[in-house]
């Protein structure tokens, strides 16, 4: 099996995407719902894929940033999405849920395969 991914997601819907096309490519562990947020538990992971639907997913993503290498994040929300890259994050792949599910999968596969996380 794979390396260990984690996926934030509130709405759950893109964990149930990511989940579809990656599991038997990487170990994957969800956090859907905040009050299981812990960052105790965050630990050993090759990457993470953050959905930031609102202000408390933002800080959440802020304090999550520095324990995991590698980051795929986005937003449904056009303000939040550019508070977030106005961070400045080195290594951080954005995700623009505009595109389609094809060319959402293609820079995610890309971006996977470039870090050796599949």
């Known amino acids: 099996m794979g390396k260990k991914t984690y996926i934030y997601d509130t709405s759950k819907g893109f964990s149930s995407f990511i989940k579809h096309y990656y599991s ?3 170990i994957i562990d969800v956090c859907t719902n905040k009050k299981n947020f812990y960052l105790d538990n965050i630990r050993d992971y090759s990457a993470c894929f953050f ?3 609102d202000m408390d ?5 802020m ?7 590698h980051f795929f994040v986005g937003s449904p929300n056009r ?3 550019e508070k977030i890259e106005n961070l400045n994050y080195d290594d ?3 995700l623009d849920f505009n595109h ?3 060319e959402l999968l293609n820079t995610i596969n890309f971006n996977l395969m470039l870090k050796d996380i599949i």
Do not use: E, Q, R, T
């Open 24 to 26: 038997d490519k990487m």
């Open 51 to 53: 959905i930031v639907n």
């Open 57 to 61: 997913d933002f800080f959440n993503l």
């Open 63 to 69: 304090k999550i940033y520095y324990k995991i290498d």
């Open 79 to 81: 303000v939040i999405g």
């Open 92 to 94: 951080v792949v954005f």
């Open 100 to 102: 389609n599910k094809h």
